[in-house]
C-alpha cells in the first residue's frame, strides 16, 4: 500500500486537506443540537453538549472541538443565565457555569491531546509504510532482474507465465552465437559486457516486461498482440544495435541466432509448447548457418511431437 492509499484509508489525508469542513460539519451539528435542546426545553443541556465536545474533539481535532466547546458554553451562559441575559447569574448557577467550562477545557485539552498523539501515530506508520512499499518494490526487482543484463530473469517468467493465459504472442528463443569462443578468446568480462549489451539492446527494442534472460548466453522474448513484421522488423534493430560494439578488447561483430512462433495460448500449457517450439527452431538456425533467425505459426500439435533427447541435440555455439 502507498503511503497515499494509507492515508485515504486511515482519514490522514482528508484531515490534512479539509481541515475547514470539519468545523464546519461540527458547527452545523452542535448548532442543531442547542436548536433540539431550546425547542424541548432538556433540563440539563450542558449533558448533551459536553458529549458533541468529546465526540468532534476525539474524530477531528483541536479546532472543531473549540468550536463545539464555545457553543457549549455559550448555550450554557444563555441556559444558566437570569433572564437569558448572558450576564446575570445566581451563584448556583454561576458554579454551574464554571463547571461546564472547566469541564469543556479539560475535554478539550485531554481529548485534543490524545487524538494529536494518535494522528502522529498513524502519520509515522504511514511514513514506515511508504518505506516498506519502497523496501519491497526494490527486493522484488532485484528478485526479477537479472542483475548484469538488467532484463528480467527466469524467475520472473515463472511469476508472469499465468498473465500470458489467453493472449497472442509472439515467443523468441535466442542466443548469442559461438559465445564460448568469445568468453576463451577475450575473457569472461569482455563475454558480460555482450551480455549487457544484448541485455540493453532488447529492453531498448522490446521493453523489459518482455525480455527475459533464460540461462547462460540465452534470451527469451515474449510479446503481446505484435504483427508479423512488426515483430521481425524488432528482430532486426536488435541486430543493428549489436553490430560493432566497442569494447576494451576492440570492435566487436556480435552475431545472435534466433526461433520464435506466434499464436494465442488457449490451454494452459500452451505457453510451455510455444517454448518448445520456439527452442525447436532456434536449433534449426543453429543447425544450418547461425546469425540469422526463423519462425512459424504455434502449432499445438507439431510441438507435441518435439521430444528433448539428448542424443539428438547439438551444443549451441
Not at 71 to 85: K, P
Not at 123 to 148: K, S
Not at 233 to 259: N, T
Amino acid at each position: 500500500m502507498s503511503i497515499t492509499a494509507y492515508e485515504e484509508d486511515t482519514g490522514i489525508k482528508a484531515e490534512k486537506q479539509q481541515p475547514w469542513k470539519h468545523i464546519v460539519i461540527t458547527l452545523i451539528f452542535m448548532l442543531a443540537a442547542a436548536a433540539v435542546i431550546y425547542v424541548l426545553k432538556v433540563p440539563n443541556p450542558n449533558i448533551i453538549l459536553l458529549t458533541g465536545v468529546v465526540i468532534f474533539t476525539s474524530l477531528y481535532g483541536y479546532l472543531p472541538g473549540v468550536v463545539s466547546g464555545f457553543i457549549t458554553i455559550a448555550y450554557s451562559m444563555f441556559f444558566f443565565s437570569t433572564d437569558r441575559s448572558f450576564i446575570h447569574y445566581t451563584g448556583e448557577n454561576l458554579q454551574k457555569l464554571a463547571v461546564i467550562v472547566l469541564g469543556v477545557i479539560v475535554n478539550l485539552w485531554f481529548i485534543g491531546h490524545l487524538k494529536k498523539r494518535n494522528t502522529e501515530a498513524s502519520e509515522h506508520m504511514a511514513e514506515m509504510n511508504r518505506m516498506l512499499v519502497l523496501d519491497n518494490f526494490a527486493l522484488q526487482e532485484a528478485t526479477m532482474t537479472d542483475p548484469l543484463t538488467g532484463v528480467k530473469n527466469r524467475f520472473a517468467f515463472r511469476r508472469d507465465y499465468s498473465e500470458y493465459s489467453g493472449k497472442q504472442l509472439h515467443v523468441m528463443m535466442m542466443d548469442i552465437d559461438d559465445f564460448k569462443g568469445i568468453n576463451d578468446t577475450y575473457g569472461h568480462g569482455t563475454g558480460d559486457y555482450i551480455l549487457k549489451m544484448l541485455g540493453g539492446a532488447l529492453i531498448e527494442v522490446f521493453g523489459k516486461e518482455s525480455s527475459y534472460r533464460y540461462g547462460g548466453d540465452e534470451f527469451l522474448v515474449v510479446t503481446e498482440g505484435m504483427e508479423e513484421d512488426v515483430f521481425k522488423g524488432c528482430i532486426s534493430v536488435v541486430y543493428s544495435l549489436l553490430k560493432d560494439i566497442h569494447s576494451e578488447s576492440g570492435d566487436l561483430d556480435v552475431y545472435f541466432s534466433a526461433g520464435y512462433v506466434w499464436g494465442i495460448v488457449k490451454e494452459p500449457d500452451d505457453l510451455r509448447l510455444m517454448l518448445r517450439q520456439a527452442d525447436s527452431k532456434l536449433y534449426e538456425v543453429k543447425h544450418s548457418k547461425k546469425n540469422a533467425f526463423t519462425g512459424c505459426e504455434y502449432s499445438r500439435l507439431a510441438a507435441e511431437k518435439i521430444r528433448k533427447n539428448p542424443k539428438d541435440t547439438v551444443r549451441r555455439t
